[in-house]
């Protein structure tokens, strides 16, 4: 008898763990999206007053779903604010809109510092030498639930989605490349010709940017991208959503590849 009721107990602690989550993400989906959060909304994020109707009010449930699953913590003496949570919770959503996927389902922590922070690096030399040093970012993903955000550099990012620059897009850019199971600079993508499309394109597209960088030539996707074929796809989407006509019209083919992975024309936002 007494091993029934254990597993008993076993099988009705599994049941809870699946529906009452599902019971209160639920919960806070219903509930409105706040006025406060509205005005944030319109005031931090650049881009948000042009979006049409349609994906204002789904980038507001993905945003209460993200804010319902991760945890914020701020660093550096930060305090964590509705401000912080909803204008970085938004610019992530953004990836995400006319996407049917999960709100990245491997993100758990979001941690925020008040301005670029500082880190220790390993730095290979020449012959294999390793040499320590600190090194101050603006953000960092990481593939074990994390991702690491300054915030001044969040919030400029976010007023001015123009310039090509914005860190959110950025690292969680690099959040939906690690779903695929390596952060390699493809993502989780759909048939094997969609897959060749992105291996040549995105190919083709990383090798001009590193002859460009090498000479020291201006370009339209920041030189950083040059580093690595993950870095080029997280720049490449910063790229696409803050510079999506200049693309179109000088890298049409990476423009069309993304395009059809993010399922989204940001050009459209600009009329």
Request: with cysteine; charged share 25%; proline share 4%.
């Amino acid at each position: 008898m007494g091993y029934w009721i254990f597993v008993a107990l076993v099988l009705l602690g599994i049941v809870l763990a699946v529906v009452v989550p599902r019971h209160r993400l639920k919960r806070a989906l219903e509930r409105p999206f706040p006025e406060e959060w509205v005005a944030i909304l319109e005031r931090n994020i650049g881009i948000y007053k042009n979006l049409p109707m349609e994906l204002r009010l789904q980038l507001r449930q993905m945003i209460k779903q993200f804010l319902h699953q991760k945890h914020f913590s701020g660093a550096g003496g930060l305090e964590i604010t509705d401000e912080i949570r909803v204008t970085i919770a938004a610019e992530a959503c953004m990836l995400l809109l006319h996407r049917k996927t999960s709100i990245y389902p491997a993100l758990r922590y979001i941690v925020v510092y008040p301005a670029a922070f500082v880190v220790d690096r390993p730095d290979i030399g020449s012959g294999g030498t390793v040499r320590h040093g600190r090194k101050g970012l603006l953000g960092e993903s990481w593939s074990n639930g994390k991702v690491i955000l300054a915030w001044d550099h969040v919030l400029s990012g976010s007023s001015n989605f123009a310039d090509g620059q914005n860190v959110v897009l950025h690292e969680f850019a690099h959040q939906l490349d690690s779903e695929s199971g390596s952060t390699n600079g493809a993502p989780v993508l759909v048939g094997e010709n969609g897959l060749r499309t992105w291996a040549s394109t995105m190919s083709e597209e990383f090798e001009e940017l590193q002859r460009e960088a090498w000479k020291g030539k201006r370009s339209l996707m920041d030189h950083y991208g040059a580093t690595n074929p993950a870095e080029f796809f997280a720049v490449a989407t910063e790229t696409f959503f803050e510079k999506p006509r200049q693309m179109k019209k000088h890298h049409r083919e990476l423009f069309e590849v993304l395009e059809r992975y993010y399922r989204i024309d940001p050009g459209a936002w600009l009329d």
